[in-house]
């Protein structure tokens, strides 16, 4: 496939088709995982991408930067589950000092955080995700088919304890099955001035196990809340490119928020695009189409070259997922090598 090399639109901002800055990356930095959500992974055996295939943390590094001179600010790091990956302290201090970096952020299930908090911090992460959908033990053993429960729940006091500023909860919400954790959460998070995302489920697991019957909505959420808690008020959007909706307690304790992607999306907002660890720029998380950089990075590309695969990335994005379409076609991707 040939890209359209550099030209004059060299410094303009990535703007697609449908007028959406996109200033946001998650990079995936790892399809490996040490838990088994089973909304994400099979127990087994899963055919991960081959180590000679992972992008190494320099050949990010120059990704990041070729992106910040398109306008890129802010960087999610992701998985699989980031953590398992050896060193990520240090591509953290790395991407930390890409100047035009504004925020870097962290998602990981915690399992190993009570490890590694300490040097994450040092190295410059102020911004943590933490994935778990309960503070039921058994019901955490059903959805990860780990028992790690009492690790994660370590890694949130480290967190705490070293003194991230920013420590948010996402929480995955498959109907059947959380509706009990919803409200202990929430009081969880009101307790120690931690956020809680509620996340719709999505369909992006790879077993076909997903159906709209599954999806706890935000709507149903809030609803539990406010008959539990108590009455709850929006936040004007901060943001309004981030994915969650936000609200706080009207009694003025705590922040909640809702990735509504299914019964609300908010693609008309998107300012994201994702690198997949094995090089591949993906302008959804729904996306069909990747396109490669990896050969660029490795090969001798130039950085208006990786430039270019950027924007052309961008310009075909399309308007947004087809969830409720009839024609909806699941990514061919796995969720846990495309990263949150
Ligand atoms: S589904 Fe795709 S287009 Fe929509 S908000 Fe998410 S990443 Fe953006």
């Known amino acids: 496939m040939t890209y359209p090399g550099p030209g004059p639109i060299a410094n303009a901002p990535l703007i697609d088709t449908f007028g959406r800055l996109h200033d946001n990356l998650r990079i995936s930095v790892t399809d490996k995982c040490n838990i088994r959500c089973f909304y994400c992974m099979p127990e087994g055996p899963i055919n991960y991408i081959d180590h000679s295939e992972i992008l190494r943390y320099e050949e990010m590094e120059r990704f990041v930067r070729v992106a910040v001179g398109l ?12 953590l398992v990956r050896k060193d990520l302290d240090k591509l953290i201090a790395m991407l930390t000092a890409v100047p035009g970096i504004r925020d870097i952020a962290l998602t990981t299930n915690a399992v190993l955080l009570e490890q590694h908090a300490q ?11 933490i994935h778990i959908d309960t503070l039921d033990r058994e019901r955490f053993h059903h959805i990860t088919r780990r028992d790690d429960f009492d690790k994660v729940m370590r890694g949130i006091e480290k967190a705490q304890a070293v003194g991230f500023p920013t420590i948010k909860i996402n929480a995955v919400a498959v109907k059947n099955l959380v509706e009990p954790d919803i409200v202990p959460l929430a009081r969880f998070g009101r307790e120690r001035g931690i956020e ?10 790879h077993q076909g196990l997903w159906d709209k019957r599954k999806v706890l ?15 709850l008020e929006a936040i004007p959007d901060a943001d309004p490119r981030a994915p969650a909706t936000e609200y706080r307690f009207a009694d003025g304790i705590g922040r909640i928020g809702f990735i509504a992607s299914v019964s609300k999306p908010f693609c008309l907002n998107c300012n994201r695009l994702r690198l997949t660890s094995d090089g ?29 695969v950027i924007r052309e990335n961008v310009r075909r994005k ?23």
């Open 71 to 82: 306008g890129v600010t802010k960087i999610r790091l992701t998985g699989g589950e980031p």
């Open 119 to 129: 040097s994450l911090y040092d190295a410059g992460l102020r911004r943590l995700n």
């Open 196 to 205: 809680i995302r509620y996340i719709e489920f999505m369909p992006l697991d």
């Open 217 to 231: 909505t935000a709507d149903e959420m809030l609803a539990l809340l406010t008959n539990e808690i108590g009455p």
């Open 280 to 308: 591949k720029l993906r302008y959804c998380l729904f996306a069909i189409e990747e396109m490669d950089v990896r050969e660029l990075l490795r090969n001798g590309g130039s950085d208006d070259e990786i430039a270019a």
């Open 318 to 340: 399309w308007i947004g997922h087809e969830i409720n379409a009839q024609k909806f076609i699941p990514p061919p991707r796995p969720m846990h090598s495309i990263g949150g």
